[in-house]
């Protein structure tokens, strides 16, 4: 338990396994193009700017120090229960409801959940834009509606570690992979943040009135945004549905 704890804590130049476990019904050579395509995708685009390599590989039987990114139909799955943020081994869980996605590409959904989990695996991280108001360390969420091409593949949009920065900044910086945003903290019409106000207070904001709309009809259960608001809708797992009956 103690060596498995530690490959969540550290850091290093040596990639971070990621067991992509499919649980949903998504053909096994589909599955094994789509994490190519990511595995591909992290390399040339996000690891340049963010750095944490990575190594993902398509397993049912991942190792003690990996990290997951499980696919599943959707949040009723047997699979997951027990499952929150962390493996019961302490390690970081990503996790994707293909029935949930209404018409979006998996590979969107994938990315997304891959780059936020590697940047924050415990879910917890903020930055500061002044005194009183926090954002939650997301790097998809601001520009989630937004994608780039991998090899036939859309990917999610990410923002630079220029975003999380209250300053000015130089002409020219760029603060999202696709250079679409101008200024820290800013959105998207289809991006939506996460926002601590005065310590206690958790809110989220969107990019425009059809981004809150549409976000309103989305199933939340069991994502990682959900554990970052204390309202938030988390599927019950496996200890409260036994003590439940």
């Known amino acids: 338990m103690k060596k498995a704890r530690r490959a969540l804590l550290g850091r290093s130049m040596k990639p971070v396994r990621i067991a992509c476990i499919n649980y949903a019904k998504i053909d096994e050579g589909e599955m094994?193009?789509?994490t190519a395509a990511l595995q591909k995708c992290y390399d040339k685009h996000f690891l340049p700017v963010w750095g944490c390599p990575v190594d993902l590989y398509v397993t049912r039987k991942p190792e003690r120090t990996d990290w997951?990114?499980?696919y599943f139909d959707n949040a009723l799955h047997?699979?997951?229960?027990?499952?929150?943020?962390?493996?019961?081994?302490?390690?970081?869980?990503?996790k994707i409801f293909v029935e949930a996605l209404n018409g979006e590409p998996i590979s969107v959904a994938a990315s997304h959940e891959l780059f936020e989990m590697v940047l924050d695996p415990m879910a917890n991280l903020w930055a500061d834009k002044n005194r009183n108001t926090q954002f939650a360390y997301e790097v998809c969420d601001a520009v989630e509606e937004d994608t780039f091409d991998v090899?036939?593949?859309?990917?999610?949009?990410?923002?630079?570690?220029?975003?999380?920065?209250?300053?000015?900044?130089?002409?020219?910086?760029?603060?999202?992979?696709?250079g679409t945003l101008k200024a820290p903290f800013s959105m998207t019409e289809g991006g939506y943040v996460i926002k601590k106000v005065n310590g206690r207070k958790v809110i989220r904001a969107f990019g425009?009135?059809?981004?809150?709309r549409r976000f309103a009809k989305e199933d939340r259960r069991g994502h990682r945004s959900e554990f970052r608001d204390p309202k938030g809708v988390h599927h019950p797992g496996r200890r409260k549905s036994k003590r439940g009956g």
Do not use: A, C
């Open 78 to 94: 047997k699979n997951m229960l027990g499952r929150h943020e962390l493996t019961h081994r302490g390690q970081p869980i990503s």
């Open 208 to 212: 425009s009135p059809g981004k809150r």
């Open 32 to 34: 094994r193009q789509l």
């Open 68 to 70: 997951q990114l499980v």
């Open 151 to 178: 090899d036939g593949w859309p990917m999610s949009n990410f923002v630079y570690p220029s975003w999380f920065e209250p300053f000015k900044h130089p002409r020219g910086t760029k603060f999202d992979h696709k």
